[in-house]
Nanobody, 123 residues
Framework: QVQLVESGGGLVQAGGSLRLSCAVSGRIFSTYVMGWFRQAPGKEREFVAAIRWSGSITYYADTVKGRFTISRDNGKNTVFLQMNSLKPEDTAVYYC????????????????WGQGTQVTVSS
C-alpha cells in the first residue's frame, strides 16, 4: 500500500506562486509514476504533471507548461509542484497520485490518491 498526503494549498492572487507537497509513505518502487491532477467543481479530474519516482523524466499539460514544475526528493519521500504565474483558471482541488506500472496522463491509471488540497487564485 502507498499513502499520499498533500499540503501547501491556499488562496493566492493572480500572478502569485504556491508550492504543493505530497508526502509519500508505504511500499513504493522505482517504476512508480507520481502525478499531480486537479479537479474544479463540475469538471473531470485533469492531468497537470508527472514524474517517475526514479529518473528525471517529467511531463506537463500544455495549460501549465512553463509555469509549473514537478520535482521530487526521494530522501524525504516527497513530490513537489511549484506553481508560478498562477491564473484564476488554475483554481481547483489538487491531488497527488501514484501509478504502479503505467506512464499515464489518465487519472484512471493511477492506483493511489491523496485527499487533495484546495488552490484558489483570485483575479
Amino acid at each position: 500500500q502507498v499513502q499520499l498526503v498533500e499540503s501547501g494549498g491556499g488562496l493566492v492572487q493572480a500572478g502569485g506562486s504556491l508550492r504543493l507537497s505530497c508526502a509519500v509513505s508505504g511500499r513504493i518502487f522505482s517504476t512508480y509514476v507520481m502525478g499531480w491532477f486537479r479537479q474544479a467543481p463540475g469538471k473531470e479530474r485533469e492531468f497537470v504533471a508527472a514524474i517517475r519516482w526514479s529518473g528525471s523524466i517529467t511531463y506537463y499539460a500544455d495549460t501549465v507548461k512553463g509555469r509549473f514544475t514537478i520535482s521530487r526528493d526521494n530522501g524525504k519521500n516527497t513530490v513537489f509542484l511549484q506553481m508560478n504565474s498562477l491564473k484564476p483558471e488554475d483554481t481547483a482541488v489538487y491531488y497527488c497520485g501514484a501509478a504502479a506500472t503505467v506512464w499515464s496522463t489518465s487519472h484512471y491509471d493511477y492506483n493511489y490518491w491523496g485527499q487533495g488540497t484546495q488552490v484558489t487564485v483570485s483575479s
